[in-house]
């Protein structure tokens, strides 16, 4: 039995304001697909931290051209009181998925017909040139087509200010508010103004490759650039156009790509999904990196805002680093050139999300310079760049998710940036007769070995997402205080905003604002947050253990010991 408010919401999309195919599709899921309606219509997309982001179908929890228009009139209406009196643009660019082009071009034509200036890109762009572009055109917002590295089946909407930086609160509450008060598709101004659309595109590109060439830290002379072998692959996205130009930029000459995947396609057809954190997406690179015998593997997502890094291992196997692991590279290499070039001079900051490796910190702590926790979303990385610019610089910073940022034109992951700077990396370490895999050991040796795993559960539709909220709910009420047969010490409620010290009985304020997650601290320093993902249908579980590596040739047996500490850790959570 369906719910008679979702049926009435579904009713609605009956009405003459909604074409005939979209009509033809609702009136088939009300008469013969009742789990499939009340899946599409049970709530309304939201922004979480990636922005809006959904199933493509009809339906108000579905990407559609109805949706996707509703939310661009909220946002040219919250545009016109926030910005009175002053002439609004908006960037737009989109990435290769199916109904991409369609969604930036309604997006454009609302907008336009509100009266704002619209700076939409001629084809598919990365996520962070949007960003850039924003910053590039002093635009006061911008959006991006794209559901990152989700199945096919998605798409997404997200939305930025004029920092470059996604919505944080209290805009992204205030565009919300907006969109929900329209009552009506009538009310979207959909027919556009043409003369208020300005089309960009090359020269947007050398500007953005140009910034990012900027922030070499190699020097003139790039020592090793030319030699280092790469293959990369764009897993179909829109990483094909500007990857190999900006790697030519910073004198990376020795490329190879994997032909098949440097074709944007949005049904993705050579992985089964477009996800570099996954092992079998990166399959034909490695398989191609092994038989060109190359130094280094590269692969981006969709959007071309996250990145995957397969290196040889100390047997010389090619292996891939997680996302912790790609950031403790990057953050260290940036650090030690920093303060080689007399670069840190106590205004310089990093930036690292609360689940992310506590390995980023401590490298920090050594070299003298603040890194600042924030809640996992890249628009909170965004924000305390903008909060802080005016007194200290950002140095990089990154999240577990594969998400890394360099410097602070671009304010979002950027994989294009992330990618030219891994590589400037493991050249730096090839000049010093080390590979990219024996510089992390040489870090773990010194700071600490840090070892991460993430588990996700998934949990679909209506039903999913209670049993989720009763999962963390069951954790909140009944904190395990003892985990592998070690005290539980500190539990953080990021929900509830404040930290336990649970041997002393004491709280202290959390210095962020709210979000549903909880964090277990023990006492031999491992670490376990639980979180609901906000842009899919997961609870996530991420572990955090860290032990001593005191020599190379131990790497291997103290890897296990800790991996087994996280099987024992799992196993006794229960979920």
């Given at each position: 039995m369906v719910d008679q408010s979702i049926l009435e919401k579904a009713q609605h999309w009956l009405h003459e304001d909604f074409d005939l195919e979209t009509r033809e599709q609702v009136r088939f899921l009300v008469e013969k697909d009742p789990e499939e309606l009340t899946d599409a219509f049970y709530r309304n997309l939201e922004f979480g931290t990636g922005g809006l982001r959904?199933?493509?179908?009809?339906?108000?929890?579905?990407?559609?051209?109805?949706?996707?228009?509703?939310?661009?009139?909220?946002?040219?209406?919250?545009?016109?009181?926030?910005?009175?009196?002053?002439?609004?643009?908006?960037?737009?660019?989109?990435?290769?998925?199916?109904?991409?082009?369609?969604?930036?071009?309604?997006?454009?034509n609302v907008l336009s017909a509100n009266g704002i200036q619209v700076y939409l890109f001629d084809d598919l762009r990365p996520t962070p040139e949007l960003s850039f572009a924003i910053r590039h055109f002093h635009c006061q917002s911008g959006i991006?087509?794209?559901?990152?590295?989700?199945?096919?089946?998605?798409?997404?909407?997200?939305?930025?200010?004029?920092?470059?930086?996604?919505?944080?609160?209290?805009?992204?509450?205030?565009?919300?508010?907006?969109?929900?008060?329209?009552?009506?598709?009538?009310?979207?101004?959909?027919?556009?103004?043409?003369?208020?659309?300005?089309?960009?595109?090359?020269?947007?590109?050398?500007?953005?490759?140009?910034?990012?060439?900027?922030?070499?830290?190699?020097?003139?002379?790039?020592?090793?650039?030319?030699?280092?072998?790469?293959?990369?692959?764009?897993?179909?996205?829109?990483?094909?156009?500007?990857?190999?130009?900006?790697?030519?930029?910073?004198?990376?000459?020795?490329?190879?790509?994997?032909?098949?995947?440097?074709?944007?396609?949005?049904?993705?057809?050579?992985?089964?999904?477009?996800?570099?954190?996954?092992?079998?997406?990166?399959?034909?690179?490695?398989?191609?990196?092994?038989?060109?015998?190359?130094?280094?593997?590269?692969?981006?997502?969709?959007?071309?805002d996250r990145l995957g890094v397969g290196v040889r291992d100390l047997n010389g196997n090619y292996v891939l680093l997680n996302g912790n692991q790609t950031a403790s590279l990057l953050i260290y290499y940036l650090l030690f050139k920093f303060k080689e070039q007399g670069k840190l001079d106590g205004r310089q900051f990093i930036a690292k999300t609360i689940v992310t490796s506590d390995l980023l910190a401590v490298m920090a702590a050594r070299f003298g310079v603040p890194c600042h926790d924030v809640l996992t979303g890249f628009k909170y990385i965004a924000e305390i760049i903008r909060e802080l610019e005016a007194k200290m610089s950002f140095i990089g910073g990154g999240e577990e998710s594969y998400g890394f940022l360099v410097g602070d034109r671009v304010r979002d992951k950027d994989a294009v940036i992330s990618c030219c700077m891994i590589a400037e990396t493991a050249a730096w370490a090839a000049s010093r007769g080390q590979s990219l895999f024996g510089l992390l050991l040489e870090i773990y040796m010194e700071y600490g070995f840090y070892k991460e795993s993430l588990v996700s559960v998934t949990r679909?539709?209506?039903?999913?997402?209670?049993?989720?909220?009763?999962?963390?709910?069951?954790?909140?009420?009944?904190?395990?205080?003892?985990?592998?047969?070690?005290?539980?010490?500190?539990?953080?409620?990021?929900?509830?905003?404040?930290?336990?010290?649970?041997?002393?009985?004491?709280?202290?304020?959390?210095?962020?604002?709210?979000?549903?997650?909880?964090?277990?601290?023990?006492?031999?320093?491992?670490?376990?947050?639980?979180?609901?993902?906000?842009?899919?249908?997961?609870?996530?579980?991420?572990?955090?253990?860290?032990?001593?590596?005191?020599?190379?040739?131990?790497?291997?047996?103290?890897?296990?010991?800790?991996?087994?500490?996280?099987?024992?850790?799992?196993?006794?959570?229960?979920?």
């Open positions: 959904g199933i493509m179908g009809v339906g108000t929890n579905r990407m559609n051209k109805y949706t996707v228009g509703m939310a661009t009139q909220g946002l040219a209406n919250y545009l016109i009181k926030s910005f009175p009196d002053r002439e609004i643009s908006v960037a737009i660019a989109h990435d290769c998925r199916n109904n991409s082009r369609l969604f930036a071009a309604i997006s454009a991006v087509i794209t559901a990152s590295h989700n199945p096919k089946e998605y798409n997404g909407y997200k939305v930025y200010w004029d920092d470059g930086g996604q919505l944080v609160p209290p805009h992204d509450e205030n565009v919300i508010r907006e969109v929900e008060k329209i009552n009506s598709v009538a009310e979207v101004r959909f027919h556009g103004d043409s003369d208020r659309i300005i089309w960009i595109g090359q020269e947007t590109d050398e500007a953005y490759i140009n910034t990012l060439t900027s922030l070499s830290l190699a020097g003139v002379k790039r020592t090793g650039h030319a030699d280092l072998h790469i293959v990369y692959s764009a897993l179909h996205g829109t990483g094909t156009h500007i990857l190999p130009r900006a790697l030519q930029a910073f004198g990376f000459s020795k490329l190879s790509f994997v032909k098949e995947q440097m074709i944007p396609d949005g049904n993705f057809p050579t992985v089964v999904s477009p996800n570099p954190e996954e092992k079998e997406a990166m399959s034909r690179a490695l398989e191609m990196a092994a038989a060109v015998g190359a130094d280094l593997v590269l692969a981006t997502d969709p959007d071309a679909k539709g209506k039903a999913g997402a209670e049993e989720i909220r009763s999962m963390m709910d069951r954790f909140r009420s009944n904190p395990p205080r003892v985990l592998n047969g070690i005290p539980v010490t500190m539990v953080k409620d990021y929900l509830l905003g404040y930290t336990t010290n649970l041997p002393a009985g004491d709280a202290q304020p959390i210095l962020l604002p709210n979000s549903n997650v909880l964090q277990f601290y023990m006492a031999d320093g491992s670490r376990i947050t639980i979180r609901p993902s906000g842009t899919e249908p997961k609870i996530k579980f991420y572990f955090g253990v860290v032990g001593r590596l005191n020599k190379i040739t131990d790497y291997e047996d103290v890897d296990s010991v800790l991996q087994q500490k996280i099987a024992s850790i799992v196993k006794e959570l229960g979920f």
